[in-house]
């Protein structure tokens, strides 16, 4: 997190271009379809929110998994009924297990899904649903309709470019993923990934594994792996029951056979697992950062989200936000001073008081949005060699309330010291192949994963508790400490 990003011309003006296309043919289903968007512009709107969403959740360091994973995605896109789109796949540095499609072929798995897998084939399941959502235009078609609610409201708050509406959490693209796909379209995806992928001789089956994974890992307790795969998907078990009474007959098509599980559990050994800390992370309500060696405290009880381009905290009420970044400036005073020159900002106070013995530069300011008046605080911290940005502001009406609690967070920068903060490691994944025959308990204590539990254990290794494991199965473990900095 915490990389100096331009913004982003924000997708929406892309969107809000005005050409209505009406009708198109369906390169799947051969219909004809409404939508607003030619091929080029559709693949022009996926390459602008594929920059947003790599910059925003980054992409996760492995150059040989992402060539092989390339490879296949590769592979699979071209037996689709849009070989020639320009297909890009991406494994995102993202701890939560999730994958998604954005219009024009551009694809993602993140290190989270990939640690919950066990064999080739249940990603090429993934990604051959994934290529599906493209080839049948789900997401040009849902853009469409969200689109024509859409027009009319207006780009929204864009007077400062700093200030945005609350709840609006991250970049322009990522506000594409929230958009659902719909039951329909979820089916119509699982089918065509099954073609797909047997078209590379991949077992289908194995996509059955991967929903009853996602239907026990929605159950799990681990909250920060919440995977919202899920949230847009019809029930998992479903999908896997209907997957199997399609493929468990005698149809030609689903007689594929890859199913390889050590070779895949091979590419994971040694990958991030959870959370990546030194990217920095949440105790509570306080951030630390061990690389760039400081933290924040945020009010309490706030939502917050640590991602690439920014710290974000959110009051429960939504009605105040506190956030935090890094400015290009050398100088607090003058990265102040060109905050304070941004358009439709009044300011009302400014200090250059010092935070916790840091050279600082502080202001109080008023911006009149398109719906509302905000009034927030802005300080410029100097801390080894970067300058911080901390941006508290809250609606008029509720500055009142919120102003101590925001007073007090734009201010509580302060360095680190703690080698138990500073010298933190990310978990990772480890591979154990077993000597006996052994219960999943067994295994579990023989091999410990000492930060998570015996449920999570076997869902990534695709074993139920009191199930026997095999002597020679390859196990991953999860090695590792807990995070510090608990109070
Ligand atoms: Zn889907």
């Known amino acids: 997190m915490l990389r100096q990003i331009p913004r982003l011309i924000p997708i929406l003006a892309l969107i809000l271009m005005p050409v209505l296309q009406g009708c198109a043919v369906n390169p799947v289903t051969g219909q004809r379809q409404f939508v607003l968007f030619t091929e080029r512009q559709e693949i022009e709107m ?3 929110a594929d920059q947003d969403i790599s910059a ?3 992409v996760y360091e492995d150059p040989e998994l992402a060539r092989w994973i390339d490879e296949m995605g590769q592979a699979m896109a071209a037996e689709s009924e849009r070989p020639d789109l320009p297909w890009t796949f991406r494994v995102l540095d993202d701890p939560t297990i ?3 499609a954005l219009p024009g072929g551009y694809i993602y798995v993140t290190r989270g899904i990939l640690a919950h897998l066990t064999s080739d084939a249940e990603l090429a399941g993934i990604v051959g649903h994934e290529i599906g959502h493209v080839t049948a235009r789900h997401g040009i078609t849902r853009v469409s309709r969200a689109q024509l609610a859409q027009v009319g409201l207006g780009l929204g708050m864009i007077l400062a470019p700093d200030l945005r509406p609350f709840g609006e959490a991250a970049g322009a693209g990522l506000q594409l993923l929230f958009l659902s796909n719909s039951r329909d379209a979820e089916r119509e995806a699982d089918d065509l990934g099954l073609g797909y992928m047997s078209a590379e001789d ?3 089956r194995a996509v059955a594994r991967v929903f009853e994974m996602l239907a026990r890992a929605s159950g799990a307790e681990d909250g920060d792996r919440i995977p919202g795969f899920l949230s847009t998907h019809p029930d998992p078990l479903d999908r896997r029951d209907r997957i199997l009474a399609r493929t468990t007959g005698d149809d030609p098509e689903f007689r594929g056979t890859r199913d390889d599980r050590d070779g895949f559990l091979q590419r994971l050994d040694g990958m991030i697992f959870g959370t990546n800390p030194r990217e920095g992370f949440f105790r509570e309500n306080v951030f630390f950062h061990p690389d760039m060696a400081f933290r924040l405290d945020y009010p309490r009880g706030w939502r917050t989200a640590n991602t690439r381009d920014e710290v974000q905290g959110v009051s429960g009420e939504q009605d105040a936000v506190v956030l935090l970044g890094l400015v290009q400036e050398d100088s607090p005073s003058a990265a102040r001073q060109r905050f304070l020159a941004g358009q439709g900002i009044e300011t009302i106070g400014r200090s250059d008081q010092s935070v916790n013995g840091l050279p600082a530069a502080s202001a109080e300011f008023r911006v009149q949005g398109e719906n509302a008046t905000f009034r927030g605080y802005v300080v410029f911290v100097r801390h080894q060699d970067r300058t911080f940005r901390m941006l508290g502001y809250a609606t008029q009406a509720s500055w009142n309330a919120r102003q101590s609690a925001l007073s007090q967070a734009v201010r509580s920068f302060q360095p680190v010291t703690d080698r138990a903060i ?18 999943l308990e ?17 869902v990534i290794n695709g ?8 002597a020679g199965t390859l196990m991953k473990r999860v090695v590792g400490e807990p995070l510090p900095g608990g109070e």
Do not use: C, K, W
Not at 442 to 458: A, E, I
């Open 56 to 58: 925003s959740l980054g």
């Open 202 to 204: 991949y077992d289908p």
């Open 98 to 100: 999730n994958a998604f």
């Open 442 to 458: 067994g295994f579990h204590q023989r091999h410990p994963s000492p930060t998570v539990d015996l449920t999570t254990v076997g």
């Open 46 to 48: 996926g390459r602008q």
């Open 422 to 439: 500073l010298d933190v490691q990310p978990r990772t994944i480890e591979l154990v192949r077993t000597q006996n025959q052994m219960t």
């Open 463 to 470: 074993f139920r508790s009191g199930d026997v494991i095999p």
